[in-house]
Antibody, heavy 114, light 107 residues
């Protein structure tokens, strides 16, 4: 069964940086786009970024601060987050898919606070 | 940017009843690009419907999706105890946005 395991979430000060990782299992990782979606505590879902064969895409709220990448040899996708703000506090989900999102990890928590 | 507005915010029903959830788009969109997800407390979302009306393998047929104009609808025909959850719609066309969610709780 498809599994996505996120890691790297932590408490970080405003202006700091963090790199999230997501290890993928049981599907042909290199064939699929991967997406990050976040959910602030008690709030709804927000698309963050997608990496696909056709390129990388970012929400306006993170453009210029976040960078998505992947290592197909490690079946892993990354989210480098710089210049973090309080409003970036959320549970970050790694998700398989370019359009609809068919498999979700359990998320890794990022807290931005002084 | 497409804005998705879900209604109602909360739907209080009893097991066995039918749930009808609405997701309205701020402008006309291609129906292929609308999905629905279910999220239970402490869990990740689960894909229920894609392409406005298609069910992935393993999703029960009591879940169905439809569209009329700019209004997309998720219908749960016969609520089971495990269906009480929050439901999000998701547009994945030229922009990628989610609705704010509808909570289906026990009456």
């Amino acid at each position: 069964e498809v599994q996505l395991l996120e890691s790297g979430g932590d408490l970080v000060q405003p202006g700091g940086s963090l790199r999230l990782s997501c290890a993928a299992f049981e599907f042909m990782f290199s064939d699929y786009a991967m997406t990050w979606v976040r959910q602030a505590p008690g709030k709804g879902l927000e698309w963050v970024s997608t990496i696909a064969a056709i390129g990388t895409f970012y929400a306006d709220s993170v453009k210029g601060r976040f960078s998505i990448s992947r290592d197909n040899s490690r079946n892993t996708v990354y989210l480098q987050m710089n210049s973090l703000r309080a409003e970036d506090t959320a549970l970050y989900y790694c998700v398989k898919g370019l359009h609809y999102l068919d498999y979700w990890g359990q998320g890794t928590l990022v807290t931005v606070s002084s | 940017e497409i804005v998705l507005t879900q209604s109602p915010d909360t739907l209080s029903l009893s097991p066995g009843e039918r749930a009808i959830l609405s997701c309205r788009t701020s402008q006309s969109v291609w129906r292929r690009y609308l999905a629905w997800y279910q999220q239970k407390p402490g869990q990740a979302p689960r894909l229920l419907i894609y392409g406005s009306s298609n069910r992935p393998t393993g999703i029960p047929d009591r879940f169905s999706g439809s569209v009329s104009g700019t209004e997309f609808t998720l219908t749960i025909s016969n609520l089971e105890p495990e269906d009480f959850a929050v439901y999000f719609c998701h547009f994945y066309g030229t922009s990628r946005t989610f609705g704010q969610g509808t909570k289906v709780d026990v009456k």
